[in-house]
Nanobody, 120 residues
Framework: QVQLVESGGGLVQAGGSLRLSCKAS????????MGWYRQAPGKERELVAV???????SYADSVKGRFAISRDNAKNILYLHMNSLKPEDTAVYYC??????????????WGQGTQVTVSS
């Protein structure tokens, strides 16, 4: 069973920085893409950033220029570097990986989520 273990969330003051990590284990097939999502109380889950198999990246307009997604392919670790944090960034952040299978459709796997709280 594929597992995603997230770390790095916590409390930070506005203007500060955090780095989230997502360690993927038991990966036995090709990774199509990996991404970070977030969900604030009372709001729908939204895409924050995604990185493709070719290492191209895209970001939500609300975080572009402040966040950076990256990966360590050798260790199967996904990172989200968050700078200039704002109170509106407060949310539970989720890691997602999409795997390709030989005889099955692509499948999504999710981490457990990690809380990020930005104080003013």
């Amino acid at each position: 069973q594929v597992q995603l273990v997230e770390s790095g969330g916590g409390l930070v003051q506005a203007g500060g920085s955090l780095r989230l990590s997502c360690k993927a284990s038991q990966i036995t097939s090709r990774i199509n893409n990996m991404g970070w999502y977030r969900q604030a109380p009372g709001k729908e889950r939204e895409l924050v950033a995604v990185i493709s198999d070719g290492a191209s990246t895209s970001y939500a307009d609300s975080v572009k220029g402040r966040f950076a997604i990256s990966r360590d392919n050798a260790k199967n670790i996904l990172y989200l570097h968050m700078n200039s944090l704002k109170p509106e960034d407060t949310a539970v952040y989720y890691c997602k990986v999409q795997l390709d299978f030989l005889l099955e459709p692509a499948r999504d796997y999710w981490g457990q989520g990690t809380q990020v709280t930005v104080s003013s």
